[in-house]
């Protein structure tokens, strides 16, 4: 539990609904949280479903973890410490989208399967959306378009996920995601079809 360390803050509440927010913009808001491996498709399949719900009408926004690195965790690495705290600030930013009526959809290894079982405490039934990218290590070296895990096996990047620090798959994820065998637009239509069928494409 992080923390509080403000002490003469004080929660408001709004006058707006999450609910009449869902009904103005015409469906429901969630988390759709990508975790796997690096170079597994997290990023391009989040964008691909993001992409697909535009043109739908729906209301989404990409949360990635290269971007989001580069601005509100700019002074956060790679420890554990460092990735819980990451993982944590960006739980909560999801939220305000969900919040708000928006899928936000985030593309992060998020590693730990505490940290990300955290974030699904912090929001509402039904509005943590865990998507596990699966993909072998072997296929994500193959791809490895970065050149991240040539870096990592020479010793040149510390913590790197799978190579010297653990990768903790999920267990009971929401929807698994065969990025082995499987193309970007087939895997974005099945988390599309996730959402259509559990009613979270209407309000």
């Known amino acids: 539990m992080t923390e509080q360390k403000a002490t003469n803050v004080t929660w408001h509440e709004h006058q707006v609904s999450k609910d009449e927010r869902f009904k103005l913009n015409g ?10 491996l690096s170079a597994c498709g997290k990023s391009t399949i989040a964008n691909a479903v993001d992409y697909k719900l535009h043109l739908a009408g729906k209301h989404s926004f990409v949360l990635d973890g290269d971007n989001i690195r580069m601005g509100l965790n700019k002074n956060l690495g790679f420890s554990p410490e460092d990735r819980t705290e990451n993982i944590r600030r960006i739980g909560e930013v999801a939220k305000l989208f969900a919040y708000s009526g928006t899928f936000a959809l985030t593309a992060f290894i998020s590693p730990y399967k505490d940290d990300r079982n955290k974030v699904r405490e912090v929001l509402g039934a039904g509005e943590f959306i865990e998507i596990y990218v699966n993909a072998s290590l072997e296929t994500c070296e193959q791809r490895d378009p970065k050149g991240l895990y040539k870096k990592a096996r ?23 995601l065969d990025s082995d065998n499987k193309g970007i637009e087939a895997l974005a239509d099945e988390v599309i079809a996730y959402l259509q069928k559990n009613g979270y494409l209407s309000a």
């Open 27 to 36: 469906h429901k808001g969630a988390v759709l949280w990508f975790t796997g």
């Open 154 to 176: 020479a010793g040149n990047l510390p913590n790197f996920t799978g190579i010297s620090a653990p990768y903790e798959a999920p267990e009971n994820a929401e929807l698994v």
